[in-house]
Every structure is written in structure tokens, then in C-alpha cells.
């Protein structure tokens, strides 16, 4: 079973804050992406990376960054917490096969809230 | 641009059949799919569909695709409680390439009445 898992279920920070969302697979997945998850709006897309150190903006950049050191470890960094961006930020990770389903895998999520 | 839009919000009695609506833009579209996301969990695949088929059918679980339309709709049958959850279709666009990325809607509540 593929698993992917997210190193804190819920976090508390404050506004201008330094953040670290950290993502680990166990399936040797190359891709993997940042979601942040809110009510009405769905999931869209902050960040993915297709192999170890690169990455690609996706939707919603502004205010985060990314790191992929190692394939399987995947960070989401918010320089300066804002309040805005208190939300559940979901991680996913998913093979290169070109032309199957490749099924995307979440991790629980992390809710974040910056007061 | 690439859209993919679901209503808000289902309310069905037990035993009743669901059907969750999803209309989406990109006609190049190769799969599409249906995630479920259980209360204070991550996202899980429930099935997908392939551009070319019509119609897929897993248990209770039924798939109708309308290419000319770009519909997508999932149907749950004899529905339970335990069916409850957020619904997120998605399409993985013929221009995601090799990297998958998914186009996710904004998810649909299912509420489901004892």
C-alpha cells in the first residue's frame, strides 16, 4: 500500500512565522504536489515537483516555496505565516507513466491556522 | 482555461441512490476521476474513467461520461451513512503530460439522512 504521510495533523502558528510542512512516500513516486484544501474553493494546486530538486509553480505560488532534497521528502515552506493562508494543506505523490491513470495519493493533510 | 465545477452540496436518505454532477472544460481530457474525502482525512481515489469509455461500473459505484456534453456524473447506489464524505471529480488534461497533474472541482458534500 502506497503511504504518504505528513508530519503534523493540526499546527498553530503566528502571523509572520516561519513555517515547515514536511511530506515523505514510500512508494518511489516520482511526482509529488502541495494542495491547500478550503471551503467552496476545493483543492488548488501551490506547488509540484516531477523528480529530486526540481519544481514547478502550480495555481497558487505567492507567499510559499518549496524543497525536494530527496524523492521520497517533499517541504512546503511559508516564509512569513499570514493569516490568509490559514487551511488544510494536503500533500500527494504519483508515478510518471505517460499515458495511464497514474492515481494520485494524499496524505491525511495538515490544518494549519495562523492567528 | 482548464475548469472543473461541482455543486456544493447532496442531501440523500439511506437506501436512496446519489448522483454527483460534475461538468468540466478541457475536451482533451484523457481520465477523469472521482476522489472521495472522508471527515479529517486526505483525498482517496474511488474509480476513474477513461476519455473513450462511456460507462464504468464498480459495485455500487457507476460512472457516466459525456464527452460531447463534458459531463461526468458518479452514481452511488443504495446509499449509506458511511457514504458520507466530500466527492472531488477531477480530469488529468491532455497537456498535464508525464507529471499528472489533476484539475480537482471544488467538491461536493454528500449528506446522508438515517
Known amino acids: 500500500d502506497v503511504k504518504v504521510t505528513q508530519s503534523s495533523r493540526y499546527l498553530v502558528k503566528r502571523t509572520g512565522e516561519k513555517v515547515f510542512l514536511e511530506c515523505v512516500q514510500d512508494?518511489?513516486?516520482?511526482?509529488m504536489f502541495w494542495y491547500r484544501q478550503d471551503p467552496g474553493l476545493g483543492l488548488r494546486l501551490i506547488y509540484f515537483?516531477?523528480?529530486?530538486?526540481?519544481?514547478e509553480k502550480g495555481d497558487i505560488p505567492e507567499g510559499y516555496s518549496v524543497s525536494r532534497e530527496k524523492k521520497e521528502r517533499f517541504s512546503l515552506i511559508l516564509e512569513s505565516a499570514s493569516t490568509n493562508q490559514t487551511s488544510m494543506y494536503l500533500c500527494?505523490?504519483?508515478?510518471?507513466?505517460?499515458?495511464?491513470?497514474?492515481?494520485?495519493?494524499f496524505g491525511p493533510g495538515t490544518r494549519l491556522t495562523v492567528l | 482555461g482548464e475548469d472543473v465545477e461541482q455543486s456544493l452540496f447532496l442531501s440523500v436518505r439511506e437506501g436512496d441512490s446519489s448522483v454527483i454532477n460534475c461538468t468540466y472544460t478541457d475536451s482533451s481530457s484523457t481520465y477523469l476521476y472521482w476522489y472521495k474525502q472522508e471527515p479529517g482525512a486526505g483525498l482517496q481515489l474511488l474509480t476513474y474513467?477513461?476519455?473513450?469509455?462511456d460507462m464504468k461500473q464498480d459495485q455500487r459505484l457507476t460512472v457516466l461520461l459525456n464527452k460531447k456534453d463534458k459531463h461526468l456524473s458518479l452514481r452511488i447506489a443504495d446509499t449509506q451513512t458511511g457514504d458520507s464524505a466530500i466527492y472531488f471529480c477531477a480530469e488529468k488534461p491532455a497537456a498535464g503530460g508525464a507529471t499528472n497533474k489533476l484539475i480537482f472541482g471544488t467538491g461536493t458534500l454528500l449528506a446522508v439522512q438515517p
Open positions: 500527494a505523490s504519483s508515478l510518471t507513466s505517460g499515458g495511464a491513470p497514474d492515481t494520485q495519493y
Open positions: 515537483s516531477y523528480d529530486v530538486k526540481m519544481k
Open positions: 474513467i477513461f476519455s473513450n469509455m
Open positions: 512508494m518511489d513516486h516520482e511526482n
